[in-house]
């Protein structure tokens, strides 16, 4: 890695290691056993000599050229090359690393967690992120995420979504058993509103999760405007700091933007504030977005009954927008408390897909 890392200069030795970790310079290094390497900058390409095959590689890499390599050789370095890309341009996410970067501490006493939703994921890694509310009203972080991700990369053939097999601290289940349950955790590791697995991790089941209660609808934003504040005051990138349960006044609009290839959805405010929930589409997301397409009719059909949204918020172009993550319609916002709803304690809707 060394080796590449000082010919080529464009890498550090830290994202290298995150790509070994990945597997795929890894598997480079393996087929390359008792071969030599030599890079030269030449311009904007680089000449890279293995064994006196030459190959010649333009920056940004793209394939260019390459003599008869072991079989599969080349490719390897040419899908390293795009991996260093992405990670050079800053578009890396903590997903497609993994969680290996992570420094768990241990969390004195005992975390009291509702289950509120739950975000499958496709792509380069694949699993659930399940999201959980702190019920301690005093604490700072009132979001939780576990994530339980697996790497696709080296697999040949598609796999079947691990959400069921999920078992994680002193569970004897999968965890997804217990998304309706309230739980209390004695000896959690945390990181930044991250939880670990760690089976040192003891678990009690307190009772059925209530999420139409006080320590979620406090944290329910109304006013757009505060929304907005919030957010433009975040500095982290942490979905945990950047998560927030929303309550509109009403739904105005639904509908899939064919040039953007977005399912969007348009609410505002009692002060007519307008913004968009929206998720993008892919293959892989039509579920998903065939979810969000149905609840957002269901919005426009009933817009006396009340939602809550938990979403991921951020401001791009000077616009305020939300991810949706779930979507609620038995919660009651905190300044209306009168309203009827449904007294179900877990989500009548569901936006879990690939995303």
């Not at 006196?52 to 390459?66: D, N, R, V, W, Y």
């Not at 929304?227 to 500095?235: D, P, V, Y």
């Amino acid at each position: 890695m060394y080796t590449i890392d000082k010919a080529i200069a464009l890498a550090t030795e830290q994202t290298l290691t995150e790509l070994s970790n990945k597997g795929i310079y890894k598997r480079a290094l393996k087929e390359a056993d008792g071969m030599t390497l030599l890079a030269e900058k030449k311009c904007d390409t680089y000449a890279v000599n293995i064994s006196g095959e030459l190959c010649t590689i333009k920056a940004p890499f793209q394939k260019a050229s390459a003599a008869a390599f072991p079989v599969g050789f080349a490719a390897r370095i040419f899908e390293y090359a795009d991996s260093v890309n992405r990670l050079t341009k800053g578009d890396i996410t903590e997903e497609m690393l993994d969680t290996f970067r992570r420094e768990y501490s241990d969390r004195m006493g005992t975390l009291d967690i509702l289950p509120i939703g739950t975000r499958a994921v496709s792509g380069e890694y694949e699993g659930c992120v399940y999201y959980f509310l702190n019920t301690d009203k005093c604490s700072p972080q009132r979001f939780f995420t576990y994530s339980d991700l697996r790497p696709t990369f080296y697999e040949k053939r598609p796999k079947r979504f691990r959400e069921q097999t999920t078992v994680i601290w002193d569970f004897n289940m999968p965890l997804n058993n217990y998304m309706h349950t309230e739980l209390r955790l004695k000896n959690a590791k945390v990181s930044m509103g991250h939880l670990s697995s760690s089976s040192k991790t003891e678990v009690t089941c307190v009772g059925p999760a209530q999420l139409n209660c006080t320590a979620l609808r406090e944290l329910i934003i109304s006013d757009f405007a505060e929304l907005a504040k919030k957010i433009s005051e975040t500095n982290s990138d942490e979905e945990t700091d950047r998560s927030y349960l929303v309550h509109p006044q009403e739904c105005t609009a639904s509908f899939f933007d064919k040039h953007t290839q977005q399912q969007i959805l348009t609410i505002k405010d009692s002060c007519n504030r307008h913004i968009s929930v929206t998720a993008k589409y892919t293959a892989e997301h039509r579920a998903f977005i065939s979810t969000l397409e149905t609840i957002g009719g269901k919005m426009l059909r009933d817009k006396r009954k009340n939602y809550v949204i938990l979403a991921h918020g951020y401001i791009k172009n000077g616009s305020l927008t939300l991810f949706p993550i779930e979507i609620y319609d038995f919660i009651d916002p905190p300044d209306n408390s009168n309203a009827t709803v449904s007294r179900k304690s877990y989500p009548d809707y569901s936006m879990s897909g690939d995303i």
